[in-house]
């Protein structure tokens, strides 16, 4: 891999007297989707909130564009190109569909004004869902167009990469389609991405490597084309899921 836009060394962090990550590697290269995949509670989202500045990292690093950030607060690594969109999504409820994105671009904002309303301007193209709806409230929209919104939100803030917790939990099959074709067009347009997904057929539909956590390690990295199927069948327990695969 060329030099990769995120890079996750020997990560260990926890709560309390809880050890969750015990040493996570993991990177991302430029203009990749890299999917994390395990169980509940494996410590995906643990993962994705250290490396976006939510939760302290105890030991390890976390590099962006080569720069190391990992006790830069969340604000900071946003500036610097790293967005976060958490599980749950949490778009706020109160407010219209413009007022959430605008709260996405604050870093954005401060450094460049002018730049802002290009930006809006193209979240606003890329969802035409969005921008039919920008005076709507948030809260009264289906959860799909929650999902697209908070993905349009994360976007405010010109992101290299953008770390999404389980989008698609929740949805119907065709909102995640939907949202599959969304995240497929961000990725198109250069913005790297790490992806967290319980739905494997979802995940492995947009990634290129494919990461699988087990107990706070990552346990088996490989592109998507030369996973070894019975490993992810054996961690995740489920079924053959990869189409045209190798064996
Ligand atoms: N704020 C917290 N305080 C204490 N323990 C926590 C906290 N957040 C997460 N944990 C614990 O860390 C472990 C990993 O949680 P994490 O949310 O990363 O799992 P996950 O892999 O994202 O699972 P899921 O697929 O269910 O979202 C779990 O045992 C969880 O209970
Ligand atoms: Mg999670």
Redesign the pocket.
């Known amino acids: 891999m060329s030099s990769p836009i995120v890079s996750i060394k020997g990560l260990r962090a ?3 007297p ?1 050890t ?2 015990h040493g996570v590697d993991l990177a991302v290269g430029p203009a990749e989707v890299a999917v994390l995949l ?12 250290v490396a976006a500045g939510l ?1 302290p990292a105890w030991a390890g690093t976390v590099r962006l564009g080569g720069e190391d950030v990992t006790t830069l607060p969340a604000e900071a690594r946003v500036g610097r190109g790293m967005a976060h969109v958490t ?1 749950g999504r949490h778009v706020f409820p109160g407010l219209t569909v413009e007022e959430n994105l605008r709260l996405g671009a604050y870093t954005l904002r401060r450094r460049d004004r002018s730049r802002y309303a290009a930006v809006l301007d193209s979240v606003l193209d890329r969802f035409p869902r969005l921008a039919d709806r920008r005076r709507q409230l948030a809260g009264t929209m289906s959860g799909g167009e929650q999902a697209m919104l908070a993905v349009g939100r994360a976007l405010m803030a010109n992101p290299r990469v953008i770390l999404v ?2 989008p698609s939990a929740g949805l119907a099959p065709a909102a995640a389609d939907a949202l599959v074709e969304t995240l497929r067009g961000v990725h198109r347009s250069g913005v790297a991405m790490l992806l ?1 997904e ?1 739905n494997v057929t979802f995940a492995l539909d947009l990634a290129d490597t494919v990461h699988v ?1 087990r107990q ?1 390690t990552v346990v088996h990295s490989a592109p998507r084309q030369r996973v070894d199927q019975d490993r992810l069948t054996a961690e995740l327990g489920i079924g053959r899921l990869l189409k045209g695969g190798t064996r």
């Open positions: 926890g709560f309390g809880t969750v990550l395990g169980l509940n509670g494996a410590g995906k989202s643990v993962t994705l909130r939760i599980q917790d389980e967290v319980q956590m706070g």
